[in-house]
């Protein structure tokens, strides 16, 4: 134990320790350390060195090491106990507690018994009422995702589909995790609608590993992602929308068919995997964006824009 990882915390504990063992032997105190009498000798000659700011004479400590025992002739101030200020303290159970909320990072049972024994010594200086912590969706599910992934298990998800406005229930058999545009995704086999999907992570509201093995189909295929998340396709809804100026950005954020100007406005056509994230686009655009075809979607969000005016009342 000579690494400089374990030295540091040693030369802490020497102090102490020698100021309760006044004259003990080197070799002694060597074995209780786990070192060797030369490694000890080292560290008595770097503790010789430390103390209070000040650095003269007087402000370090002095040990007394010549012969065949060790005595500590002036500690420092090392013999008094370690107080934490009210800042420190909650910047530790600040961490402490992000950890033990964190599912599948660390032992929660080790972070929990830390915590216990950094609140003690911040004397009541923090408690409860001072600190909460809430972690947001992607940190709190994305280790339980990771770990069906490493252990190859299936998992029980419930997933909110924004495009949709609505929370579904399944059971997915996991096969990747990566990162675009700023998110995290799983990507996995859905066993409720038999075909590979995309899930947002920030959109899953619970997660739960299985105790049953992934079973993907051997058929079942990654979707690559050279040219982006989503990539139309011929089964895919094909819809003309008149963009005013205002959402002109449409065209450029969407892949398109065909883009025509038209009177100062644009008529795109593009493939849409779920027509309920047109429905959104242009209920939320204030009649700056229209759709053109298929008119079965139109009158639909016609009726839908309709029913919404009717419940402001006359």
């Not at 899930?199 to 997660?207: L, M, P, Q």
């Not at 450029?252 to 068919?257: A, L, Q, R």
């Not at 700056?288 to 016609?302: D, G, K, T």
Request: a negative charge; proline letters at 5%.
């Amino acid at each position: 134990m000579t690494g400089a990882d374990e030295r540091l915390p040693r030369l802490l504990s020497l102090v102490p320790y020698l100021l309760a063992h006044q004259g003990i032997s080197a070799a002694q105190a060597a074995a209780d350390f786990g070192i060797t009498e030369t490694q000890l000798r080292r560290d008595l000659n770097l503790l010789w060195m430390c103390g209070l700011p000040g650095h003269g004479p007087g402000d370090l400590i002095d040990l007394s090491f010549e012969g065949s025992s060790v005595s500590v002739i002036f500690d420092a101030g090392m013999s008094r106990p370690l107080r934490l200020t009210a800042e420190e303290a909650l910047a530790l159970v600040v961490a402490l507690r992000t950890l033990a909320e964190t599912p599948g990072v660390t032992d929660t049972e080790a972070v929990q018994r830390a915590l216990a024994k950094v609140e003690a010594a911040a004397g009541g200086a923090v408690d409860d009422a001072t600190v909460a912590i809430e972690l947001d969706a992607t940190t709190r599910t994305l280790p339980v995702l990771e770990r069906a992934l490493a252990d190859r298990r299936a998992l029980s998800l419930r997933y909110y589909t924004a495009t949709r406005d609505e929370t579904t229930e399944r059971v997915v058999d996991p096969l990747r995790i990566f990162a675009m545009d700023g998110r995290q995704y799983l990507e996995a086999w859905c066993r409720r609608a038999e075909g590979m999907r995309i899930f947002r992570v920030d959109r899953v509201e619970s997660a739960v590993v299985l105790d049953e093995p992934a079973a993907a189909p051997e058929h079942a295929q990654l979707r690559n992602l050279d040219e982006g998340l989503f990539q139309p396709a011929e089964e895919h809804l094909l819809a003309t929308l008149r963009l005013a100026p205002a959402y002109f950005w449409v065209a450029d954020y969407y892949s398109t068919e065909q883009v025509t100007e038209v009177d100062g406005t644009l008529h795109v056509e593009l493939r849409v995997a779920d027509p309920a994230w047109v429905r959104a686009l242009v209920l939320g655009s204030a009649g700056q964006v229209e759709v053109l075809s298929p008119e079965w979607l139109a009158e639909s969000i016609r009726a839908e824009a309709r029913t919404a005016l009717a419940r402001y009342g006359p």
